[in-house]
C-alpha cells in the first residue's frame, strides 16, 4: 500500500516559482513510475509530469521548458520544481503513480498564481 502526500503549494505572484514535493510511504514507492496531475474546479484532472523509475521524464506541452519533475528514491519523495509561472497555472496539484491508482490520490496542494 502507498500513501501519497504533497506539499509545497502556496500563493505566488506571476513569474514567481514554487517547488512541490510529494512524499511517499511504502516499499514499492521505486517501483512505480510517478507522475504529477492538477485539477481546477469544474474540470477534469490533467496530467502534468512523469517521471519513470530510472528518472526519464515526459512533459505536458504546456509545462515544457518551466516545470522540472525529479525523484529520490532514497527519500520517497517526488518534486515538481515549477517556474515562470502563469495565472492558468492554478490549481490543485496531485501526485500518483502513472497510470493513475485510485486508492492513491491524496490531498493534493494548491497552488495559486495572482498577483
Known amino acids: 500500500q502507498v500513501q501519497l502526500v504533497e506539499s509545497g503549494g502556496g500563493l505566488v505572484q506571476p513569474g514567481g516559482s514554487l517547488r512541490l514535493s510529494c512524499a511517499a510511504s511504502?516499499?514499492?514507492?521505486?517501483?512505480?513510475?510517478m507522475a504529477w496531475y492538477r485539477q481546477v474546479p469544474g474540470k477534469e484532472r490533467d496530467l502534468v509530469a512523469t517521471?519513470?523509475?530510472?528518472?526519464?521524464?515526459y512533459y505536458a506541452d504546456a509545462m515544457k521548458g518551466r516545470f522540472t519533475i525529479s525523484r529520490d528514491n532514497a527519500k520517497n519523495t517526488v518534486y515538481l520544481q515549477m517556474n515562470s509561472l502563469q495565472p492558468e497555472d492554478t490549481a490543485v496539484y496531485y501526485c500518483?503513480?502513472?497510470?493513475?491508482?485510485?486508492?492513491?490520490w491524496g490531498q493534493g496542494t494548491q497552488v495559486t498564481v495572482s498577483s
Open positions: 500518483n503513480a502513472n497510470p493513475a491508482m485510485l486508492r492513491y
Open positions: 511504502g516499499s514499492i514507492f521505486k517501483s512505480l513510475r
Open positions: 517521471i519513470t523509475q530510472g528518472g526519464s521524464t
